[in-house]
């Protein structure tokens, strides 16, 4: 249920989706270099779009069966949806039109996320430096950062990052991200890792409504004593906080090796944390809370507390009825979620059809 509404969420509003939106002019070709492991959605605007990829590391041929690719999908107006990229599917993306016309071109490196190099620079950590290759001329290897994300609270302390991605640059020649240039050239150097450096901000709240909260309940496993919380529309080209107990779980806490209330995950800018303790946990991204996640009590604990003669009755039944009623708040959230983006797509693909779209909602 909740990847459907995510999937709803993502389709509703793209600039919010879970995943980066990646655009191209008409007619162009754009290189980009990106991070595997976080979904990304390539923009083409024509609905009945072909797609033809060609990875740099196989250079065999084009291909086009998408079928064969589980990690991949044609949205209806004609993108291309790829979730969790792997490195290996670093190479060229081709939007065609029903009439055989190219319409755009994607060079896409998607960098190995597993070797980010990650610094915070108020624990004085420093950058990877410059380095030279000589594969035939002398290549410089360095990081080429975008701008800094927005800071992820607002109203307190925060933390910011940006992402540095590997590039290689031939003497007067164009820099190019590292994995297309070498395609399928295997070097092993150090130096050739994507980066993420962290610092702490602090940003003034502006107004906005949460009006995409998603609640949920999780259970520690009884092996491990830890799960993994995810939240939603989260994605490391995004700011992202978790907070546990209103606590905020910092990567500066995480990169000093400081105990935390929680184990942020590299490989998505923390959109996964791992928990070891029942404690409230909410997730904000934008700065907006996302995700709110209660401890689910446990059973045997219920009936414990219920033969515990010292607690009042009435406690424990009012317990019964408030999670009752979350439930059916939980149920109505979701309903009313679900019933609010139907109304946001149907805005979205008639927009000037607003006041009939109502009538569709009200009927309903
Ligand atoms: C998509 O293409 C149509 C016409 O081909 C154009 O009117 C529309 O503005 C385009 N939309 C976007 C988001 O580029
Ligand atoms: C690293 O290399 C890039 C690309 O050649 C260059 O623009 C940048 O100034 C270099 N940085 C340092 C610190 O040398």
């Known amino acids: 249920m909740l990847t459907a509404l995510w999937l ?34 390539l923009h083409c605007n024509s609905s009945g779009a072909q797609w033809y990829y060609f990875f740099v590391k196989d250079r065999t041929r084009w291909f086009h069966n998408l079928q064969d690719v589980p990690n991949m ?141 998603v609640f949920d309940n999780f259970k520690l496993s009884e092996q491990s004593g830890s799960t993994w919380l995810t939240c939603p529309l989260g994605s490391i080209y995004r700011p992202i906080i978790w907070e546990a107990n209103d606590v905020p779980l910092k990567w500066e806490d995480q990169l000093s090796g400081r105990e935390v209330g929680g184990f942020l995950d590299p490989a998505n800018g923390g959109r996964r944390l791992q928990v070891f303790q029942p404690a409230v946990y909410k997730c904000f991204v934008q700065q907006e809370l996302m995700g709110h996640f209660n401890p689910r009590p446990d059973p045997e604990v219920l009936e414990t507390l219920r033969e515990d003669a010292s607690l009042p009755q009435a406690e424990v039944a009012g317990k019964g009825t408030a999670d009752s009623v979350l439930k059916g708040l939980k149920l109505t959230l979701l309903v009313a979620t679900v019933l609010g983006l139907l109304g946001v797509l149907l805005k979205h693909f008639h927009p000037s059809q607003g006041s009939r779209s109502k009538k569709v909602l009200l009927v309903k």
């Not at 989706?17 to 002019?25: D, E, H, I, K, W």
């Not at 070797?115 to 594969?135: E, K, W, Y």
């Not at 295997?186 to 409504?209: G, H, I, K, S």
């Open 73 to 213: 999908e044609i949205t209806p107006d004609g993108s291309l949806l790829i979730r969790s990229p792997l490195s290996a599917q670093t190479g060229f993306y081709s939007c065609w039109d029903k009439k055989d016309v190219q319409l755009v071109q994607y060079k896409i490196d998607f960098q190995d996320v597993t070797s980010l190099h990650i610094t915070h620079r108020g624990l004085g950590q420093v950058p990877l430096q410059n380095d030279t290759l000589s594969l035939g001329s002398k290549e410089v290897v360095f990081t080429h950062w975008e701008p800094w994300q927005d800071c992820n609270r607002c109203g307190k302390l925060g933390e910011r990052k940006r992402l540095g991605y590997c590039y290689i640059q031939e003497t007067l020649e164009e820099p190019m991200p590292c994995w297309l240039y070498l395609g399928d050239v295997t070097v092993w150097n150090q130096r050739l890792r994507p980066e993420m450096q962290v610092e702490t901000c602090y940003a003034d709240c502006t107004t906005f409504a949460g009006k995409h909260i």
């Open 8 to 41: 709803l969420l993502s389709f509703a509003a793209p600039g919010l989706g879970a995943y980066l939106f990646v655009t191209c002019p008409r007619g162009a070709q754009c290189q980009r270099a990106l991070l595997s492991e976080n979904d990304v959605l």
